[in-house]
């Protein structure tokens, strides 16, 4: 497999968010990352002579072809074998400018160093011995952790809190391993090399702290992203208003027009120590001519294709209201009246979801049920599903065990051992494949 052919490669990515922010980071490992820097900033090359091998932080400026003026840039390098990766490893740390990460990527590029692929620079430290899958897998969990406790659990593990005990228990199962197989290379001498009482009960004291590890990692669900709610509606229908409502602060543009959102606008909110991604889009238009229009109304249908739920939205002032009630599509949605400070209390039906931005009227019941909607949603997958399973494997293995302990079938028994061996050696990095650390490593995104 190519991945794991070109690990000596230099590799570079931005390991930061993409898209605007104050600042960006632009990750390289590998031999040539130190000759990669000097050559973007020529001014560093004599003061680096003899001196790369102890961790630095520098200012610098990045010069690049085509740009007149150079980029102010922080450069952050550290020599292997002391690095995340175990390579010589250098971060340059610039201004959010998507055109300028851009531009210093394709410089890099150009001089040699590999677009990083999904994952591989913590493959790499996986490789030089610095994290064994545990901690790989729980890196990923901490990326994606969207609330308080899943984040607590994805920071116990990359601390150690299933590593270590992998590491204690296998050295466990070589020793039993090691006393099983003695009995059988000397079963014509009149040795005994551990009693029969002695090994089922270090058998299952490994069998209980296995199962103990896998229940830990069965309550590690892990979204991939934020739950994601979209608001659609007919064009001045108060979607804007109640995303700023919702949001508590004036995210989106609003405008007595219609009109006014012709792009859809994301913004995250924490509600009960859940993330939920709002998204605010253009009003529906089904009959569109204008290009810039057209353009909004396919924005709007992108939008909907991500959605988990759909905040279906018509004002109060409609004339069907109240017996025309908002219907979702496929998607799971709710229905919501807007603008309800707009039509006398006395006029206003006992309907669900009626709401105003203007007096506040509705808001935070709909943000109770948003809450709802995502602790009502099926669990998501797993951050370490490689990690649970090869855990169960060791379990069945050492079951096995145990039933042979009381059987007078020591090549069994020897055998079983080596199987939970090898499903234990492979999560502390002693067993693996090129096939297995490409499955695991494909999950994490480009840049880590």
Request: hydrophobic share 45%; net charge negative; with cysteine.
């Given at each position: 497999m190519a991945r794991l052919l070109d690990l000596q490669d230099t590799i570079a990515a931005l390991s930061s968010p993409p898209g605007r922010s104050a600042r960006a980071i632009v990750r390289v490992s590998g031999p040539q990352a130190f000759a990669l820097l000097c050559q973007t900033c020529p001014e560093l090359a004599p003061s680096l002579a003899g001196q790369a091998r102890f961790p630095r932080c520098v200012d610098a400026q990045v010069w690049l072809p085509r740009w007149s003026s150079p980029i102010p840039v922080m450069a952050l390098l550290a020599a292997a074998p002391r690095t995340y990766t175990g390579q010589d490893l250098v971060e340059f740390h610039l201004p959010g400018s998507p055109p300028l990460v851009e531009a210093l990527l394709n410089r890099l590029f150009e001089l040699g160093a590999r677009q990083a692929r999904a994952g591989e620079f913590t493959l790499r430290a996986f490789m030089a011995g610095k994290i064994d899958l545990p901690r790989a897998e729980a890196i990923l969990g901490v990326i994606e952790a969207n609330d308080p406790e899943t984040l607590q659990s994805a920071l116990a593990q990359l601390a150690g809190g299933v590593g270590r005990p992998l590491h204690d228990l296998r050295n466990t199962l070589l020793d039993l391993l090691a006393q099983v197989e003695a009995g059988l290379d000397f079963a014509e001498e009149d040795l005994t090399f551990i009693d029969r009482s002695e090994l089922v009960r270090r058998l299952a004291e490994a069998r209980n702290a296995?199962?103990?590890?896998?229940?830990?990692?069965?309550?590690?669900?892990?979204?991939?992203?934020?739950?994601?709610?979209?608001?659609?509606?007919?064009?001045?229908?108060?979607?804007?208003?109640?995303?700023?409502?919702?949001?508590?602060?004036?995210?989106?543009?609003?405008?007595?027009?219609?009109?006014?959102?012709?792009?859809?606008?994301?913004?995250?909110?924490?509600?009960?120590?859940?993330?939920?991604?709002?998204?605010?889009?253009?009003?529906?238009?089904?009959?569109?001519?204008?290009?810039?229009?057209?353009?909004?109304?396919?924005?709007?249908?992108?939008?909907?294709?991500?959605?988990?739920?759909?905040?279906?939205?018509l004002p109060c002032t409609d004339p069907a209201f109240p017996a025309n009630t908002p219907t979702p599509g496929q998607t799971p949605g709710l229905s919501v009246w807007t603008k309800a400070d707009l039509v006398p209390e006395t006029a206003s039906p006992r309907v669900a979801h009626l709401t105003s931005a203007t007096t506040g009227q509705g808001i935070e019941e709909l943000r109770q049920a948003l809450v709802q909607q995502v602790r009502n949603k099926p669990a998501p997958r797993s951050a370490t599903p490689h990690c649970r399973q090869q855990l169960l494997t060791a379990l069945t293995h050492l079951d096995a065990c145990l039933a042979l302990a009381d059987a007078d079938t020591p090549e069994l028994l020897a055998l079983e051992l080596r199987l939970a061996l090898e499903a234990v050696g492979e999560l502390v990095g002693e067993v693996h494949t090129d096939d297995l650390l490409d499955r695991i490593f494909s999950q994490f995104c480009i840049g880590k």
């Open positions: 296995l199962a103990e590890l896998a229940s830990r990692l069965e309550v590690r669900n892990i979204p991939g992203r934020p739950f994601r709610v979209v608001l659609v509606g007919p064009p001045n229908a108060g979607k804007s208003s109640l995303f700023n409502a919702l949001l508590g602060s004036p995210a989106a543009l609003v405008s007595p027009e219609a009109g006014a959102t012709r792009d859809w606008i994301a913004q995250r909110i924490c509600l009960q120590g859940v993330e939920i991604e709002l998204i605010d889009t253009a009003g529906v238009n089904l009959t569109a001519s204008d290009p810039l229009e057209r353009q909004a109304q396919q924005r709007r249908a992108d939008a909907l294709a991500l959605a988990d739920l759909v905040i279906d939205c």
